[in-house]
């Protein structure tokens, strides 16, 4: 399976906490930011298209995972800590993955990722191949 989404590519961003409950009954929740999880949501969303259209079903066997980022052309150098770590996208990747691409993210036993230079269009190409 191989895809590309066009658009600027959010890595995952650490993770958010808050309160909730008041007095004794108070905890503390983490969440993933917002610009992250509507990232995820469009990468798993497109992954369960693509694997309807094509009549798949999510791979059951160790898969290799590869990821070509291009980042959004920035205007300035000093902006280019925005992009983003490759690992940091890697993740999001995975994460919004497991579960529709492959049952679980045990079975990625082959990762592939690079970081293209900045450049318009924008996005991320995904490719999920079987192993076995």
Do not use: C
């Amino acid at each position: 399976m191989k895809f590309t989404i066009l658009g600027k590519p959010v890595p995952l961003g650490r993770p958010r906490f808050r309160v909730l409950g008041k007095g004794p009954r108070a905890f503390a929740q983490a969440y993933t930011p917002p610009s992250s999880k509507k990232w995820m949501d469009l990468i798993r969303n497109v992954a369960a298209m693509e694997m309807r259209n094509h009549l798949w079903n999510p791979y059951s066997k160790p898969v290799h995972v590869h990821l070509e980022v291009t980042p959004q052309k920035l205007k300035s150098g000093k902006d280019a800590k925005r992009i983003g770590d490759l690992d940091n996208h890697l993740k999001a990747v995975l994460d919004a993955l497991n579960g529709v691409a492959y049952k679980d993210d045990s079975q990625v036993r082959e990762l592939s990722a690079r970081m293209l230079p900045a450049a318009h269009p924008s996005g991320i190409t995904i490719e999920v191949t079987d192993l076995a």
